[in-house]
């Protein structure tokens, strides 16, 4: 099974460790596009002009800290990117105590997009950056357009014949669409909040608790070691683990789609 996930805007930076190795990073057929994209990132973080640096990365000038720290991000110290991002997600998926078999099947099996890196594993040395996937960054363009060029390729070929989890955003899915036979192999997950008011039930999307409710089941998944080989075994495994899943019909050539529904958050 291979899981995608997005990144987390929030990101802790290290104290210590070596420096960013571009040829350190998993698949290393991105490398060309990662050393542009850091080129033009660095290029517009040192070039003396905030206010343009601001603009391009949508920041105010209270977060004039992320434009020093892009500045430094061939010198400054890297980690796993497990630690690096630090959101909600990454709270709940706490990889940093898993251990054992459920540590190798994330480390295998996890896809980390991102508008710096394209994609990397939760074990690949990064530092501490600001750059999302809606950036226009001069010099390269659009970061979506730029990497979904880029990506179709490695991605697909990274993608073996068992189930994709898809849990990307919406920006970050924009990236890469699995076609064809591995679209009908991708499995797509929204997390609605069902409430009942005055008897009605209502359902909502609710960001904070969509990106923990993500986290905690890729996390309850791998503890389980539930290793499904099809999307259909993929759902059953989210229900044998108490979650209501409801499945939308599903399109030749397209994901399916997934709802899982929560009462509580």
Not at 127 to 142: K, M, Q, S
Not at 162 to 186: F, K, N, Q, V
Not at 200 to 226: D, I, M, Q
């Amino acid at each position: 099974m291979l899981i995608l996930l997005p990144p987390s805007e929030g990101k802790t930076a290290p104290r210590s460790g070596r420096p960013l190795n571009l040829d350190t990073l998993t698949l290393g057929d991105l490398n060309t596009g990662r050393e542009r994209v850091l080129d033009a990132l660095v290029e517009l973080c040192t070039a003396g002009d905030r206010e343009r640096a601001r603009t391009v990365l949508g920041l105010t000038p209270g977060q004039d800290d992320e434009i020093d720290r892009n500045a430094r991000l061939r010198s400054a110290p890297a980690q796993p990117a497990a630690r690096i991002y630090t959101g909600v997600l990454y709270d709940a998926l706490d990889i940093g105590s898993l251990t054992g078999a459920a540590r190798a099947r994330i480390r295998r099996s996890a896809l980390v997009f991102s508008g710096l890196w394209g994609v990397v594993r939760v074990d690949d040395r990064i530092p501490a950056y600001r750059c999302a996937i809606g950036v226009n960054l001069p010099g390269v363009g659009g970061l979506t357009a730029y990497w979904r060029g880029l990506l179709d390729p490695v991605v697909t070929d990274t993608a073996d014949g068992g189930p994709i989890l898809d849990l990307r955003s919406g920006a970050y899915a924009a990236m890469w669409r699995p076609t064809g036979r591995t679209a009908e192999r991708t499995v797509a997950v929204r997390v609605l909040h069902e409430q009942v008011v005055d008897g009605v039930a209502s359902r909502s999307v609710v960001s904070h608790f969509n990106k923990a409710t993500k986290g905690r089941l890729v996390r309850e998944l791998l503890l389980a070691g539930a290793v499904p080989r099809s999307p259909a075994k993929l759902v059953e495994a989210l229900r044998d683990l108490k979650y209501t899943v409801e499945e939308q019909p599903a399109a030749a050539g397209k994901p399916r789609q997934l709802d899982i529904v929560v009462n509580e958050l």
